[in-house]
């Protein structure tokens, strides 16, 4: 079976396994709802705009590749969908939330991760958030690889598998411990894997000089590392995510 799947195909799954935890009451979802979860403008990067028509493409697509099926109630006038994708790789709920996230958002960091998917299930460390990583790269056919060159330590980013060869994502994040040997900066998997062409080389750093003048320290000093500075804003915006799930909650309970 073939992991790749589209933009459309990964938004519209992330959808249906991220509201199956989140809205329980009104899952399975209605193809309008379906929609509405896939363009829905928080906890999604980027935001898409799937209209109906390609949405019930996408979701034919799912089933027929066993990881979305169509449920029909008696009496109901209205098709509804949900997903098959836990039972189909033989996952875990967390192991699910985590991968949802990760098709909504695309890479991200275990701290990202952690923060994210425990909207959905309780992820209580980084340590738990670290074992389901290892168990989901671990498999004979990996669902996440590290995008983040080995042997750096902060900023470390993951991504699930399911890109095409064509979509793979690379590490964005800018050097931020110091020189060392050239690493690799594209998809890290396990080395007993068969999934040759997903290993890149990184482009080799430049040497640092071996010594600064007194200008030059004091302004590396005074100016913050553009990844600190990236790492901040993503945490922001993580923050104005979630302000906007507890009103959206706070909201419903109203109603």
Not at 131 to 143: N, Q, T
Not at 211 to 231: D, F, H, I, M, Y
């Amino acid at each position: 079976m073939s992991l790749e799947l589209s933009f459309a195909e990964r938004r519209v799954l992330g959808a249906l396994i991220e509201k199956a935890f989140t809205t329980p009451e009104q899952y399975p979802l209605s193809l309008n709802s379906v929609v509405v979860a896939a363009n829905q403008k928080s906890c999604r990067d980027p935001v898409s705009n799937i209209d109906e028509s390609t949405a019930l493409e996408t979701l034919e697509s799912l089933r027929r590749r066993g990881f979305a099926t169509l449920v029909r109630s008696e009496g109901s006038r209205v098709d509804r969908w949900k997903h098959r994708f836990s039972e189909t790789l033989g996952l875990a709920g967390k192991e699910s939330a985590v991968l949802a996230e990760l098709l909504l958002r695309g890479p991200q960091t275990d701290g990202e991760l952690r923060q994210r998917a425990s909207r959905m299930v309780p992820i209580d460390t980084l340590e738990d958030m670290m074992g389901i990583i290892d168990v989901l790269r671990s498999r004979p056919e990996p669902l996440v690889a590290r995008i983040t060159a080995e042997g750096r330590r902060r900023g470390v980013k993951y991504a699930h598998t399911f890109y095409p060869a064509s979509e793979r994502p690379r590490d964005d994040h800018p050097r931020d411990d110091g020189p060392s040997a050239p690493e690799e900066a594209a998809y890290s998997l396990p080395a007993h894997t068969d999934s040759g062409g997903w290993r890149e080389p990184a482009e080799a750093e430049p040497a640092l000089e071996a010594s600064w003048s007194a200008p030059a320290r004091q302004a590396a000093v005074a100016t913050p590392p553009q990844g600190a500075l990236l790492e901040m804003q993503k945490e922001i915006q993580s923050l104005r995510e979630r302000v906007e799930e507890l009103e959206a909650t706070f909201v419903k309970f109203l109603r």
